[in-house]
C-alpha cells in the first residue's frame, strides 16, 4: 500500500504571499491531520479533517485553513506568509472514526521557507 | 490542557548501549501514548504505542509500558545501534486524530 504523500516537498516564498500544501493519504484513511514542525514550538496540530468535514482545530490564525476533497486528498493553505511560518509542515492520516484513536501515518512533509 | 514532557536532549551514546528516555503526562482523561521517531530528512513513524494503563507497547527492540500512577511513558531499548539515531517523540491522543507532542529528544549513537 502507497503511504501518505505530500506535495511539493521544498517550497520558497516571500512575505505576504499565500501558500497551498497538498496531501494524499494512505488509501481507504479518510482522516487526515496536519501538523507544523519548528525548532521553536515543535511539533503543533493544525487541523484535522474526516469526510470533508473539519473535526478537530489547533491554535493557529484564521490565516492558516484547510479542506478536504471527497476522494480524502487534503490541502492546506496560508494566506499573508509571515517569516514565523517557516517550518516542516506534516500530514498524517489515519483510518480512525470519530471517537476513536487510531495510529496516524505521517508523510514526509513539505518544508516551507518564507524570505 | 493535554501535555507531554520529554527528557531534554540531545542523548549521546555508545553502541550496545542501555537507552531509557523519559517521559510524562498530563491529560484529564485516559489517553492513549504513542512513541514516534524522526530519521533525518524525513516525516515522523510511529515506533510503538500502548491505549490503556499497564500495556506494554514493543517494536524493533524498543519497550514502553503505560504507567497511570505515575503517568509515564518511558522508551528503553536494551542494545542501542548506530541506526537507532534519530529524533524520538512521546505523544498522547484522546479520542481523536489529534497528537500532543513532547519537544522531542535527539538521540546520536557512537559506534
Known amino acids: 500500500k502507497a503511504g501518505v504523500t505530500q506535495t511539493p516537498r521544498y517550497l520558497i516564498k516571500t512575505r505576504g504571499q499565500q501558500v497551498t500544501l497538498s496531501c494524499s493519504p494512505i488509501?481507504?484513511?479518510?482522516?487526515v491531520s496536519w501538523y507544523q514542525q519548528t525548532p521553536g514550538q515543535g511539533l503543533q496540530f493544525l487541523f484535522e479533517?474526516?469526510?470533508?468535514?473539519?473535526?478537530n482545530k489547533g491554535n493557529f490564525p484564521g490565516r492558516f485553513s484547510g479542506r478536504q476533497f471527497s476522494n480524502s486528498r487534503s490541502e492546506m493553505n496560508v494566506s499573508t506568509l509571515e517569516l514565523g511560518d517557516s517550518a516542516l509542515y506534516l500530514c498524517?492520516?489515519?483510518?480512525?472514526?470519530?471517537?476513536?484513536?487510531?495510529?496516524?501515518?505521517f508523510g514526509p512533509g513539505t518544508r516551507l521557507t518564507v524570505t | 490542557g493535554d501535555s507531554v514532557t520529554q527528557m531534554e536532549g540531545p542523548v549521546t551514546l555508545s553502541e550496545e548501549a542501555f537507552l531509557t528516555i523519559n517521559c510524562t503526562y498530563t491529560a484529564t482523561g485516559y489517553p492513549s501514548l504513542f512513541w514516534y521517531v524522526q530519521y533525518p530528512g524525513e516525516g515522523l513513524q510511529l515506533l510503538l504505542k500502548?491505549?490503556?494503563?499497564?500495556d506494554k507497547g514493543s517494536n524493533k527492540g524498543f519497550e514502553a509500558t503505560y504507567r497511570k500512577e505515575t503517568t509515564s511513558f518511558h522508551l528503553e531499548k536494551g542494545s542501542v545501534q548506530v541506526s537507532d539515531s534519530a529524533v524520538y517523540f512521546c505523544a498522547l491522543s484522546q479520542g481523536a486524530q489529534k497528537l500532543v507532542f513532547g519537544q522531542g529528544t535527539r538521540l546520536t549513537i557512537n559506534p
Open positions: 498524517a492520516s489515519s483510518s480512525g472514526t470519530s471517537g476513536t484513536t487510531r495510529e496516524q501515518y
Open positions: 500502548a491505549t490503556k494503563a499497564d
Open positions: 488509501s481507504g484513511h479518510r482522516s
Open positions: 479533517y474526516f469526510s470533508e468535514t473539519q473535526r
